[in-house]
């Protein structure tokens, strides 16, 4: 048992190792990511910051958190008070001030859409322009599980998006080893990966007894998964579809991939319980997951079987979208960063 | 507007045209079939029978449906006292009394499994042994938009379960078209589809805020998705897998097929349009449908499309699993076989 | 079995006795109206309007309504072309138009607020000035149950809110008995009670998993509980606090009562049996009610019981908040104004 | 900021102070509270056990908690092992268990309601015969912020009923300050309040979308809260009515006093404000708390009002009925009687 799996001594001192800036905190990704800021052993919440909110306190915004301080407007000249930042902007928004904190030195971590995308043709088709092209390059895709050694080294990591995290977590071992063929990924989120968003979509009327399709003809998350499967391995055509479910958090991808040659469910199993031992926060479980029992964790927790009358592999990989698909993820980016254990915080 | 869709006058008299028995009537489906034959224009409820819940009345079970019945054990004898009869006890336990019934001369639509699968061989490698397999060949598949003709002369209707109702119905058009290569059929279901089943699984808790794939390793609902599209057409390998979702009622098919040619979403809407024109039940949308818009109604609405980068068509199928996946569809196919208008009491 | 509870005959013809229009059809309430004057045997929906929303299709707004029609602006001038006229605006809103179509001679029952209170002074207390402050003597309030005399003979019927619906209809019958001592009402609706308002607060985020008691300070339906128990005898001090619950439609009056003189539970329910005796849409009933039991009904289920400990009355009274408090009660109205049975297109 | 509030490093050494046996820790309460020993600083986890699930695993029934333990048998003979206990049986089973562990020397927190009463004839007219009732004198209730002191020294804290727990603390301040005239309790509870119980009334399909009252002929934790409330004061007469919400985790107490004299809310709040001044767990709030604000917190938050028409003095208290109402408040009771900090592992 390990020990980081226990709250500190009510009686022990706290002496914090980095001031850690959360811009953009009264969104629900925020205002998550200031309080695991705020409750980690080694980072103190130095700022958390909002465009629209500054002035309210975050406690009164998101009582559950029970961060205790007040949201203020960003001060672009303080970056100097800071040793890291995590920026939850919404995307297109992000670039201008992300771009600003690295210049000045700050770490960050992104959990916007800006800097997820290496190539700026897909990212203007996708998401219009740039504000920041030129940090394209050297923004690490924060998948954790996938690129932990430039995370380490990185100035800016760009977190991923939630179903991306999913689905990729997902169909990687398949991926590495050349087995993806053409690939189906039907998933599905709660209300809070929309964001805080007003408006009838996410009324609770609106969802609740409701179950739907949405971004058919084209999810903007699409190329995201795309660009990380396609560095992994070659890979078949890939479709994605989300629906949205009446529930608050949890993220479920089911995906259904046509293998290059055939597998059966022993070697499959063999396959992603080696990719993913060590992994603190990848877990192999043997019947498909719900998501509510990875709910206020960091956990991806991944089922795969065989389809038997077809061959298909089939991997389901359910996450809590605020924790592992944003602000988990973000904090697990920046323990690497910061040099630190990649679980403090958060388990 | 038709005027199918008013309700009648209160002073109108009410003469009975049939007097129908349904056996099964505390479950779920067996609840709300007991309810529609109760305010449909044409029927008289002659009696709800129910195995373990006899003596019981079915408005305090069911309050909502307002059904001031009790519920009795069933008398195999007195087949001559109804014109008609809804079967709705679980699969394996209908056979016998369904035989019994056609035998005396009772025209039947079954909502269990029992006769859905034409092949005997299928039945038993997916339910086990069979009761009454001389009515297999008989029997008819009671996907009322397919087998109208049929279902108009049948003594015996095997209605549809409910996701094979949504999956066929999204599929059917490409089907007929040979257009179907390979399938993948994601679909989600409310926790009503499950039947009225005590224990862990469906209490609150366990659902509440979850959302769950299941029957990953084969569910029995595949092979009769199979049957029928294969009568339709050649077609691809079928992967089917359902989800649990937090609401009672509801069903959604999403629907991923591989064309056996190129399609655009001009044509696909064409010929689903076409194939549907004119059904009072199937309705083509828009955008993806949710749900909540076809709940405590008998209609399926489908949406379809092309996705971009893979060429694949897709369909989204919404229905009540509870009508148009159980009851519903059953009223709709006891209207053709007693020679009434399709929609009586369901519109 | 009352015939009533059927639906038409598909082949049967319709000929429509009287037109009517639902002015801010594009609401909750206004949306469920129209689509009870839609499906009603004796009345044409002959225009739904909307101020936000004109343009719009009501099917596309509602889908599960099924009512294919557009909403257009409401024409103050074509007050002639309708024969009677169902007003959901917000309150404040409402009192001009039906001021007008109630001069132009069409009869009016008005869903808002507006002339509910027979009070100037407490109407401008509880929601500022008054735009049609003469006809407040005339408006009857439609409680069906209380004044359905006067509202069979009314031009403009001021439908209920929908606690205090449910509210008097718990306490009518103590209240009559002059039994009505120090009363508490706790109270609870779904979110479909607030309307169709956007914000934080009705958010599915913020409602999913909650329950909130508010409007602690003094909840505007207060003074027209007050209003009708004192008109039907001496009451005590009436409190009375709503709670939010996650549930779309639904609404509970919790109404306990400290009796003028010792009742028992025997006396209690006789008391309410003769009271309620022959209503439609009042059922004693032998356990609390859940609110599930009458959704999509407009009836009102009541369960009274005896405090042991204190001796305290009391009553729990059921309904859904879009039907009984508010839609269904209207149609029920209309219906008396118009000299039709009371029940006609509810049941 | 208190760094109790925080995550302990991943590198730092554990060192119990206290080896902890829950008993009944397949239930709702008892894995909850399994849970918190496993993470709390000072405590290991060194036996989880069950009635009917040993052998199962408790990560494997309740994955969201991440205790890696297999459930085990009670060996009665084992007492010896331990240097506490928390006993999460149902009412009645726990009394002979927890006799045997304070006899044997092991400091036992009873979950059950067993030791709850200090009344031998109240508890049997309330809930049967009891096993061991010369301890019933000796039992401190465990309601912390009333018996801080008495729980401290005790071998026996019978914990408090979760409707008591909130009711209580919402009430206390007025009661001791004599102002408790007649009461009404209006109450909610989300489901997981009835414990893991299969059955119809439980089942999702019940809940959802439903409210209702029950135990209205008197529920059982009305004594409860009886007994202390008049420990603490004169009381009036006391009226409690509970009701079910479509929720897993959350209870309000919403309560309504008739002041022995007259009170402004300026009063109350003060007087609030001054008895809960220090308290970790008790939270005054400025609008009606909502449950979710305390969701997976050991918090209780109250919201105190005064009625302006009637004077009646309004207490609102939300809390988490697993945390605050059971096994939360069953670890801040032991952290007490093992000498630590009392939100030690809580906070």
């Known amino acids: 048992m390990r020990s980081g799996r226990r709250w500190r001594r009510s009686g022990d ?3 914090s190792d ?21 409750r980690h052993p080694r980072l103190e919440l130095a700022a958390a910051t909002a465009r629209t909110d500054a002035g309210e306190r975050l406690d009164r915004l998101y009582p559950r958190y029970r961060v205790p301080v007040e949201l203020t407007e960003l ?37 916007s859409a800006d800097f997820r995308l290496h190539d700026q043709a897909v990212y203007e ?17 924060g998948l954790t599980e996938l690129h932990r050694d430039q995370v380490r080294g990185a100035r800016l990591v760009a977190n991923p998006g939630c179903y991306p995290t999913a689905a990729i977590l997902a169909l990687a071992p398949l991926a590495e080893a050349g087995l993806v063929g053409e690939v189906v990924i039907s ?55 989300p629906h949205l479910v009446p529930l608050d958090q949890g993220l479920m ?23 993913y031992d060590g992994e603190a926060f990848v877990e192999m479980v043997d019947e498909p997951p719900g998501v509510r029992e990875v709910r206020d964790t960091n956990l991806c927790r991944i089922h795969v079987a065989v389809d038997g009358p077809t061959g298909r592999a089939m991997a389901f ?16 980016n920046l323990n690497l960063m910061l040099g630190f254990d990649e679980t403090e915080g958060l388990v």
């Open 18 to 38: 980095a001031r850690v800036i959360v811009a953009g905190a009264s969104g629900f990704a925020g205002a998550l990511a200031a309080s695991l800021v705020h």
């Open 75 to 111: 001060d672009p000249d303080r970056a100097g008070d800071f040793d890291a930042a995590i920026v939850a902007y919404p995307h297109g928004a992000a670039a201008e001030i992300v771009s600003r904190l690295v210049q000045d030195g700050v770490p960050v971590v992104d959990v």
């Open 317 to 332: 990989a359910a996450i809590d979208n605020l924790w592992k698909g944003a602000a988990g993820q973000a904090i697990q």
């Open 187 to 241: 998933a599905a989120s709660g209300v809070s990966g929309a964001g805080r968003v007003a408006g009838d979509r996410f009324h609770f009327v609106s969802v609740d007894e409701n179950f739907t399709p949405y971004g058919v003809e084209g999810h903007r998350h699409r190329p995201e998964i795309v660009q990380e499967l396609e560095e992994l391995g070659n890979v078949g055509a890939v479709t994605f579809v």
């Open 125 to 141: 088709e996708t998401y219009g322009d740039h504000g920041a092209s030129e940090l394209l390059g050297e923004a690490v895709y």
């Open 13 to 15: 001192p706290f002496v």
């Open 253 to 275: 991808a089911s995906c259904f991939v046509a293998p290059r040659r055939a597998v059966d469910a022993e070697e499959l199993r063999r396959l992603y319980a080696e990719r």
